[in-house]
Structure formats: C-alpha cells, structure tokens
C-alpha cells in the first residue's frame, strides 16, 4: 500500500520551532517530488514549498520565506519541513505529498499535479 505519513506537528509558543517529517511506505521518493501545503480553518488549502527529485526547492508562500525550509532524505525515505518563529497565523493541518516526476528540477505548489497526499498533521501556535 502506498502511504505518505506526516509526523511532527504539535503545541508550540509563538517564535518556536518545529520540524515537519513526511514519510513514504509502499514506495521510494526518489522518483517523487514532494509537496508541503496547509490548510487553516476556514480557509483554502495553501501550497508553501516543494523540492524536486533533484534537491530544488521553490516556495510559494510569502509568508513562509526566510522561515520554513524543506529538505529531503532519500536514504530514510523522508521529506522535512523545518518552521522557524512561528506565528499564531502559521496554525494549519500541514500535508505533504507526492508527485513522479522525470525530471530533477520540476515541483509544484498547485495540488492538482500530486499523486499522493498525507493524512495531515495539526500544527497549533498558541501561548
């Protein structure tokens, strides 16, 4: 069965840290470019970042820049969003997924290109 599974949301303090991880079963990411994306209450849900099979990361989200980065580990067959100085705005469920791509350089922030999505993973900032 192929799974995404993200893991790593949590409570944390305005200002804090948290590092996202999406991992795949049932398949190997090498050949998948990854996308990470949030969907806050009541609003639509929100492409922040992608890498490519090839390591390129493209972000989409103003907000997000200079505070999230994303990173991949194709040996733990992981992806991670690493969220610095995070705000009360940044409280979402956080998906990852999943798109084949066959060429190194090429990820997206629209949802409609992947394949495969994560259940989700409820980031809350709060004091």
């Known amino acids: 069965q192929l799974q995404l599974v993200e893991s790593g949301g949590g409570l944390v303090q305005p200002g804090g840290s948290l590092r996202l991880s999406c991992t795949a079963s049932?398949?190997?990411?090498?050949?998948?470019?990854i996308g990470w994306f949030r969907r806050a209450p009541g609003k639509e849900r929100e492409g922040l970042s992608c890498?490519?099979?090839?390591?390129?990361?493209?972000n989409y989200a103003d907000s997000m820049k200079g505070r999230f980065t994303v990173s991949r580990d194709n040996a733990k067959n992981t992806v991670y969003l690493q969220m610095n100085s995070l705000k009360p705005e940044d409280t979402a469920v956080y998906y990852c997924?999943?798109?084949?791509?066959?060429?190194?350089?090429?990820?997206?922030?629209?949802?409609?290109?992947?394949?495969?999505w994560g259940q989700g993973t409820q980031v809350t900032v709060s004091s």
């Open positions: 049932g398949f190997t990411l090498d050949y998948y470019a």
């Open positions: 890498i490519s099979r090839g390591r390129v990361t493209t």
């Open positions: 997924a999943a798109m084949k791509t066959s060429t190194g350089s090429y990820c997206s922030g629209d949802v409609r290109p992947y394949d495969y």
